[in-house]
């Protein structure tokens, strides 16, 4: 509340944004594509690849969520949980991620397949490193910006 207003007809999204989204995007489709093929060539079956990808996909969004939260400032921090709303969106969001793989009720209704622990722990890594290179890009922003964005 306290930046001024915007001009009349200037774009929301500035470049800075439009580079974060479209690298964000980029690096969510290639790793989801690789999961879909992990899944199919180290266990055999396009299903496991989908599930380990739907379920990938599901945690990048957490990811996301609080990534966005500044374009600047880390989400390493105790106040990027200081939203108890937020929190409980990120929670529930985070229970169903494992659940449509688990529950034959979100299996039949997403085309979704029951992954094992190990094969969790490859949905687990693009989230990772989407949380990983945020970070990085956020580092680069603040030491571009000088030291006023430094905290």
Do not use: H
């Amino acid at each position: 509340m306290s930046l001024r207003p915007r001009p009349r007809g200037r774009s929301v999204l500035t470049r800075d944004l439009v580079v974060t989204v479209g690298l964000t995007g980029v690096y969510i489709s290639v790793a989801l594509l690789g999961m879909i093929v992990l899944g199919t060539q180290r266990y055999g079956d396009l299903e496991i690849g989908r599930s380990i990808a739907f379920t990938s996909f599901a945690l990048c969004l957490i990811v996301a969520a609080l990534e966005c939260r500044s374009a600047t400032q880390t989400v390493l921090t105790t106040s990027t949980f200081d939203s108890k709303q937020m929190n409980k969106a990120l929670l529930a969001e985070a229970i169903l991620a494992v659940l449509v793989t688990q529950m034959d009720v979100f299996q039949r209704l997403l085309g979704t397949v029951q992954i094992n622990l190990a094969q969790f722990g490859w949905a687990l890594l693009p989230p990772l490193g989407l949380l990983v290179l945020w970070e990085l890009g956020k580092l680069v922003a603040r030491l571009a910006a000088g030291p006023r964005l430094r905290p």
